[in-house]
């Protein structure tokens, strides 16, 4: 793990989970459409071995990625994990097929698929459980005191929610404590600027998922590259520079299935982008 890292670059989830603040997605390492396995397995072996070394000690993953792929691939890499390694999953979305993700809610198969998440990962807790989707079709109390009762029987240490509103994650706060939400947010999409300022002031950690807009930072091209050149870095680093110092309590998880662009992401934690850079990639991206 990085030990030389600036306290900035840490967070606590939960108040307690400390974790560096520029984590991985393992999306990127199942087949097209997040859907079978990858096409180079052993090159996802290797990006995944290598992560400890490049400091990122948050994994964030799901079931429905594969589905179960993205997990056998985490356990057949890393495990036993090494101290301090936080694998963060989701549950609550099933796969019927390659283009379908179904919210599924009902709290047996949420309890179904947290203790397969535990055998699969390998682990005797998951510190960072998330309700992938909030199912439309169960009443939501349901689904959210089924997430309180995994904590109190010590399934899960933290819990989370994905695709929220500020006033579900309220109403959710009703049942457990939320330690992370997971909205879509990057340079070029901001649409969820409140839940961001309500996690913010409450220590909630906010994860954006396609925090490099799936490479489509198209409107902001041009100041992510001239500043990616000044700096000597990949523009990837840039727009992740920008999400870090846009709010503390961001926690981004950029994915990738090829190890050079991890390595070009972690760059990130180290670039200091001044206020010019700040401000002409706000503007660039609005």
Not at 31 to 50: I, V
Not at 79 to 108: C, F, N, Q
């Amino acid at each position: 793990m990085q030990q030389d890292l600036p306290a900035t670059a840490r967070f606590l989830i939960g108040g307690e989970l400390p974790v560096c603040r520029l984590g991985f997605g393992t999306m990127r390492l199942t087949g097209p459409g997040s859907f079978g396995w990858p096409e180079d397995r052993e090159e996802a072996q290797r990006l995944l071995r290598e992560l400890p070394a490049l400091g990122i000690d948050l994994i964030d993953t799901a079931d429905a990625y594969g589905p179960d792929i993205a997990d056998h691939q985490l356990r057949a890499a890393l495990h036993p994990y090494p101290k301090g390694m936080v694998i963060a999953t989701k549950g609550g979305v099933t796969r019927p097929s390659r283009d379908r993700w179904v919210p599924l809610g009902r709290p047996e198969y949420l309890f179904q698929q947290v203790r397969k998440s535990l055998e699969i990962l390998g682990l005797d807790v998951i510190d960072l459980w998330q309700l992938h989707r909030i199912d439309p079709k169960v009443p939501r109390d349901e689904q959210f005191d089924a997430v309180r009762q995994m904590r109190a029987e010590g399934l899960i240490r933290h819990a989370g929610l994905s695709e929220v509103t500020v006033a579900d994650i309220e109403e959710a706060g009703r049942h457990f404590p939320v330690a992370t939400v997971q909205n879509r947010y990057n340079l070029a999409d901001r649409g969820h600027e409140a839940v961001l300022a309500h996690c913010e002031s409450r220590g909630i950690g906010f994860i954006p998922w396609a925090p490099l807009a799936s490479g489509g930072l198209a409107s902001a091209e041009g100041a992510v590259r001239r500043i990616a050149a000044a700096h000597g870095v990949a523009p990837s680093a840039v727009a992740l520079a920008w999400l870090l110092r846009r709010s503390p309590v961001m926690l981004p998880i950029p994915g990738t299935s090829k190890l050079k662009h991890a390595r070009e992401n972690i760059a990130a934690l180290r670039l200091e982008l001044s206020d010019e850079d700040q401000a002409a990639l706000e503007k660039a991206g609005a």
